[in-house]
């Protein structure tokens, strides 16, 4: 066993020091904020498919979806769907995304909007994407404490929290864009290539469904209407709302390049998300046989398969592909809101007039300044499926009906979007805290069992996800408003 970890160590370092060659290299071209954020918008169909994959096939899914599946089983292989939905939306945004020449969604925002909605858009991207790149720290840790178990749990997530936000920092999405390339070809090699190794070992699919309870073994045997939809609308509301996808559309070399790389995703979601929970699947089945020990979390399933459960070269191109998909992940999700900041509030209101290179320097503080904020946060919690949707919700709630309702409505109004933004923040993070978490239930309960406190137990008895309300909430206040204002809105235009 130590050998092969050595093996495991080999291809880790070799892998890593690849990306930050790749990103020292392009460092070299990078001269104004448009190549650091953009590419210098010349990305073509292949670089983009792989970067748009490499980007949504991330933690939430090696790790998220892969404690989902050890949790629920079969019904796990239902998640995807929203990302597929959600891919067919964009499919006819990306052209529209890619001619309006914006750098960021809060341009978009703002442009229909007013400057109100770019703050607050900049406000939810900022605490959304610092909440998911914090727990990529925790998820490339996962690897390196099994290969370096010396080094210790906050080690490792120091370790990998500097190496990201070096490698992000260096050449921004040159780098990102490039290496997510070879990070998505990495991904379908190591999970394909190791699926069939896996298999055989379980017992075949046979073997697999026989080791987990009948429950499980049904598509729709665990989750109720209810519950499906609170796992399925955060991913749908993120994917299509969210700043790295237009981020990429916006860095196409052509609207049709745009759209075509949206085609090229689809396929590529959905192939590698149903690998990755079949994956999952059959290590848990692995566990149940007791051919591999249990992971201390269940997130880090597939981890414990590679090294555990493989041959010890197919073991390590299978935990390359999860340090991969946490790389391609974080990377992207930090660039966003540096990008974001720098471009929405930098050059926005700070140094309108500035030499290019300014901003790229006040880009790459940024990305150290928002990594290490991510770090502090990655210490809060070991867990991944609950952490990545209640990030995914505080964002698609807040910014995605808006982001709809400028492609879509003509009738929304600028305090109709206004309203919505804060409305769905606030219901997302309020619903989490007081009413899932129990805290305000529990502090009526201190206080007099009357009727509030029994409203609210009833609420957290039944277990609704913030999303469901968030959204609801967020378009109902987004329609009304802006039907309320519509007149006033079109006096003062």
């Known amino acids: ?129 610092v909440i998911i790149v914090s727990y990529q720290y925790r998820a490339g840790a996962a690897v390196v404490e099994i290969i370096f178990p010396h080094i210790g749990h906050h080690s490792a997530v120091v370790g990998v929290a500097a190496f990201v936000i070096l490698y992000t920092a260096l050449a921004g999405m040159f780098s990102v864009a490039y290496t997510d390339l070879a990070n998505g070809i990495l991904m379908v090699i190591g999970i394909f290539t190791a699926l069939p190794i896996l298999l055989i070992r ?59 790389s949206a085609i090229g995703m689809f396929a590529g979601v959905l192939i590698l998300e149903f690998g990755i929970i079949l994956t999952a699947l059959i290590g848990k089945s692995l566990v149940v046989k007791g051919l591999i020990p249990a992971p201390d979390i269940p997130g880090h399933i597939i981890v414990q398969t590679a090294f555990y459960g493989l041959p010890p070269l197919l073991g390590a191109l299978l935990a390359a592909t ?60 070991d867990r991944f499926f609950s952490v990545a949707l209640f990030a995914y919700t505080i964002y698609g709630a807040g910014i995605t009906p808006v982001i709809l309702a400028a492609f879509f409505w003509k009738g929304a109004t600028r305090s109709g979007a206004v309203a919505s933004m804060i409305t769905g923040v606030l219901t997302a993070v309020l619903w989490k805290s007081l009413i899932t978490g129990g805290n305000l239930a529990q502090w009526f309960e201190n206080a007099d069992r009357n009727q509030a406190a029994r409203s609210l137990q009833h609420l957290e008895k039944m277990n609704i996800e913030p999303v469901l309300p968030a959204l609801a909430l967020s378009l109902i206040v987004l329609i009304l408003v802006s039907l309320l204002t519509r007149g006033h809105a079109a006096r003062r235009s």
Not at 83 to 93: E, Q
Not at 219 to 248: C, E, H, K, W
Not at 336 to 343: G, I
């Open 1 to 129: 066993m130590a050998e092969s970890f050595h093996i495991h160590a080999a291809f880790l370092v070799i892998y890593l020091i690849a990306l930050i060659v790749v990103g020292a290299r392009k460092a070299k071209s990078i001269r104004t904020h448009a190549d650091f954020s953009l590419a210098g918008r010349r990305l073509s169909v292949p670089v983009l498919v792989g970067t748009l994959l490499a980007t949504w096939i991330g933690t939430g899914s090696i790790f998220g979806n892969a404690e989902e599946t050890f949790r629920v089983g079969v019904p796990a292989f239902l998640l995807p769907v929203s990302g597929g939905v959600g891919i067919i939306v964009l499919y006819f945004l990306a052209a529209r995304i890619r001619r309006s020449g914006q750098f960021t969604i809060q341009d978009i925002l703002e442009e229909r909007f007013g400057v109100i909605t770019r703050i607050l858009g900049t406000l939810t991207l900022l605490m959304a994407y």
């Open 202 to 260: 379980a017992g075949g699919f046979e073997g697999v469904l026989s080791s987990i309870d009948p429950q499980s073994r049904s598509l729709f045997g665990t989750y109720s209407t209810m519950q499906l939809l609170s796992v399925l609308l955060p991913s749908l509301l993120l994917i299509i709302g969210d700043a790295n996808m237009y981020q990429r559309f916006f860095s196409a070399r052509d609207p049709q390049a745009a759209r075509r």
């Open 322 to 381: 999860v340090v991969a998909v946490v790389v391609s992940t974080a990377d992207s999700y930090l660039l966003a809101p540096s990008t974001s900041l720098v471009r929405d509030v930098y050059e926005r209101f700070l140094a309108r007039q500035h030499p290019p290179r300014h901003s790229v320097f006040v880009g790459r503080a940024v990305v150290v300044l928002l990594g290490g904020l991510a770090l502090g946060l990655a210490f809060l919690s």
